[in-house]
């Protein structure tokens, strides 16, 4: 089986693997049998490899997604365009976005993530963690910042969003960004394993 991701991020692919239960050493081909993940037991076909592949792909959405509504609007587009791009490539598409957004009930701007997996007939939808930003990151977003360079200028880094995230930064690395995302990945196959769907 082939997975394509929706990015050229390596967070994301390794997002997806870890959704799997696929551990990031195996790489490509891995034989889902040495996993762990039940997850793989309910895919399509039984397959006995599965490969992800980063696929980049434009989100069709803003640099820095606002709401839940852009910010899933951007996973459903990553999954599409995979499918889009290498028709009769891949199994199954994977799109996953970061955003930011309020929450009716809670004060202050949150960091959301978003997953959508796609077959091309149907699309499976799934949230990750939200994390509150803290009231200086979120008023330089409130002014049209995006996330990932102001969390660079707060940490005194380059790429944060290629390693462990605002995500791994606001939680002192107890919660990584794959591993925030892969939550997101694993809710949105729900469809494409589970009989309740």
């Known amino acids: ?65 606002t709401g839940h509504t852009e910010t899933i609007a951007g996973a459903e587009n990553r999954a599409a365009a995979v499918l889009d791009t290498e028709p009769d490539t891949y199994d199954l598409a994977v799109g996953i976005e970061g955003g930011v957004a309020h929450f009716d009930g809670a004060d202050g701007i949150f960091l959301v993530m978003w997953a959508a997996v796609s077959d091309g007939s149907r699309v499976g939808r799934g949230a990750g963690p939200s994390l509150e930003l803290p009231a200086s990151v979120a008023t330089r977003i409130e002014d049209g910042e995006e996330l990932g360079p102001v969390m660079d200028d707060v940490l005194d880094t380059t790429g944060v969003a290629r390693r462990g995230g605002a995500a791994g930064a606001l939680t002192n690395g107890r919660v990584d960004r794959a591993g925030a995302l892969a939550t997101a990945v694993a809710s949105a196959f729900g469809p494409f394993v589970s009989d309740v769907y």
């Open 1 to 65: 089986m082939r997975i394509g991701v929706g990015s050229g991020n390596p967070v994301k692919r390794r997002a997806v693997e870890q959704a799997l239960g696929i551990a990031t050493e195996s790489g490509p081909g891995a034989d889902p049998r040495d996993a762990e993940s039940s997850l793989l037991d309910g895919l399509p076909d039984d397959p006995e490899t599965v490969a992800v592949e980063a696929v980049p792909v434009p989100s069709g959405v803003s640099e820095q997604p």
